[in-house]
């Protein structure tokens, strides 16, 4: 199983930065997907998630209006869009694979960074 974040970096406030997460090794359809985030010295935080049919998503209220998280089953891959990106913003960035309400075992990425700072 792999889940392979990219399209971190260094961005200015206000800029834009598209989050893929691309995955390989187990039925990506069957499973819901979220975003989480990490800064240095908090705990990790839920971002955005989408079911398993991309028909139904929710987001922190942090970045509602922000943040598109979207999926395209096909191609085995979650995106996390984010627009006006603010310092605080600032974290690793995971994406997380699991089957709600079941015993199956979630699935963690690696993270990538995203730093907002001028």
């Known amino acids: 199983v792999q889940l392979v974040e990219s399209g971190g970096g260094l961005v200015q406030p206000g800029g834009s930065l598209r989050l893929s997460c691309a995955t390989s090794?187990?039925?990506?359809?069957?499973?819901?997907m979220s975003w989480y985030r990490q800064a240095p010295g908090k705990e990790r935080e839920l971002v955005a998630g989408?079911?398993?049919?991309?028909?139904?998503?929710n987001y922190a209220g942090s970045v509602k209006g922000r943040f598109t998280i979207s999926r395209d089953n096909a191609k085995n891959t979650v995106y996390l869009q984010m627009n006006s990106l603010k310092p605080e913003d600032t974290a690793v960035y995971y994406c997380?694979?699991?089957?709600?309400?079941?015993?199956?075992?979630?699935?963690w990425g690696q993270g990538t960074q995203v730093t907002v700072s001028s």
């Open positions: 997380y694979a699991h089957v709600p309400r079941s015993l199956i075992l979630p699935y």
């Open positions: 090794g187990f039925t990506f359809s069957s499973y819901a």
């Open positions: 989408i079911t398993s049919s991309g028909g139904s998503t």
